[in-house]
């Protein structure tokens, strides 16, 4: 988290008896399921590790950064759409959330500064506009007026008038993109 400050505002949701970080603002414990998935749809990244709100982030198009370690592989969690960073020394995968008798070799090898390097690599991907465009620059719509999207899109990368809801839209409030705490 230290290597991010300087980039981007950073806010920890989670457990209350998860560690704390030196972010913005620490929502630990403090938000509903649909609290918790508005904020990662407002999101630029996520950053955490392999679980629950990884796959929130996902359902929610929020662009991940998921530590694996070596519990388990990449092709058995890891969403194509996301970074998964693995480390499979030769115990891995062990599928061991506790009691590593290898002193979390996995987990270890995988440095901040990756972790850090692949979270700014992928809000600069984010910060790309991912709809289908002809040479002109127009966005592609099929009939309906629907924008098309190319497997990169998220709501955070949409053309404007291609996301959710643009603000001063119904349902747009200052938590970001389209959606509001319900």
């Given amino acids: 988290a230290r290597q991010l400050t300087a980039h981007a505002k950073l806010i920890q949701l989670g457990s209350p008896h998860d560690p704390a970080l030196p972010v913005d603002l620490d929502l630990r414990g403090r938000t509903t399921l649909r609290e918790a998935a508005a904020i990662l749809a407002a999101s630029t990244v996520f950053v955490g590790l392999e679980g629950f709100l990884a796959h929130l982030a996902r359902s929610v198009d929020c662009p991940g950064v998921i530590v694996?370690?070596?519990?388990?592989p990449a092709e058995i969690f890891g969403y194509s759409a996301n970074?998964?960073?693995t480390a499979f020394p030769a115990c891995a995968p062990c599928g061991l959330r506790t009691g590593c008798t290898h002193e979390m070799i996995c987990m270890t090898a995988l440095s901040p500064a990756t972790v850090a390097t692949a979270?700014?690599?992928?809000s600069a991907v984010a910060q790309e506009i991912n709809?289908?465009?002809?040479?002109?620059g127009?966005?592609?719509k099929n009939v309906s007026g629907e924008c098309?999207?190319?497997p990169s899109w998220t709501p955070a990368t949409a053309a404007q008038g291609c996301g959710h809801a643009e603000p001063g839209a119904p349902g747009y409030d200052q938590i970001g993109r389209g959606h509001a705490l319900v």
Avoid: F
């Avoid at 694996?68 to 388990?72: H, I, P, T």
């Avoid at 979270?119 to 992928?122: K, M, P, S």
């Fill in 148 to 150: 098309w999207r190319n």
């Fill in 138 to 140: 127009e966005v592609w």
């Fill in 83 to 85: 970074r998964n960073l």
């Fill in 131 to 136: 709809n289908w465009r002809n040479a002109g």
């Fill in 68 to 72: 694996m370690g070596g519990r388990a």
């Fill in 119 to 122: 979270a700014l690599a992928t």
